[in-house]
């Protein structure tokens, strides 16, 4: 029971010191960390548009609740476009196509408070059992 408790007393500790650490990030800097995680949490809307600087035309274009991700010559796109439906863009960048995402429309976030989420559901997986009954069943010499 000790060793439990001292072990909590520890970890309290250590969120407590990462914590302090995020109290030295200015105002524009926190409001930008909690804007991107209401994106990721689908809740803004965005503008994405792909540009072809040479051709001086739009690529393509994506609105909605999306997330992105840069990703070393592309870009991630997920966009909720339902209560339980989702897509998922790839999109090339090059030297001569670019992208710029716009927010749409304001959000309200903190300037004071580093917003943490942790959903205790994604600890249990969710898994997918893909078996051939006629592969078990059968002898093998």
């Known amino acids: 029971m000790k060793l439990t408790l001292r072990k909590f007393g ?3 500790l250590a969120a407590v010191g990462l ?4 109290a030295c990030i200015d105002d524009a800097s926190m ?3 909690n804007l991107s995680r209401a994106a990721d949490m689908f809740e803004i809307e965005r503008k994405i ?16 609740r999306c997330s992105i ?6 870009l991630e796109v997920t966009c909720k476009t339902g ?23 304001t959000a309200d976030v903190s300037v004071y408070h580093s917003r943490i989420i942790w959903k205790p559901q994604s600890i249990i997986p969710d898994i997918d059992l893909n078996v051939d009954l006629d592969e078990l069943t059968t002898d093998r010499d």
């Not at 548009?49 to 909605?64: H, L, M, P, Q």
């Not at 863009?89 to 927010?103: K, P, R």
């Open 10 to 12: 520890i970890a309290m």
């Open 19 to 22: 914590l302090g650490l995020t």
């Open 31 to 33: 409001a930008s960390q």
């Open 49 to 64: 548009v792909f540009y072809n600087g040479i051709t001086d035309e739009y690529v393509a274009v994506i609105e909605g």
């Open 69 to 74: 991700q840069p990703i070393s010559g592309r």
């Open 83 to 105: 209560e339980n439906a989702f897509e998922k863009h790839f999109l090339g960048i090059s030297d001569n196509v670019t992208y710029f995402a716009m927010q749409v429309e």
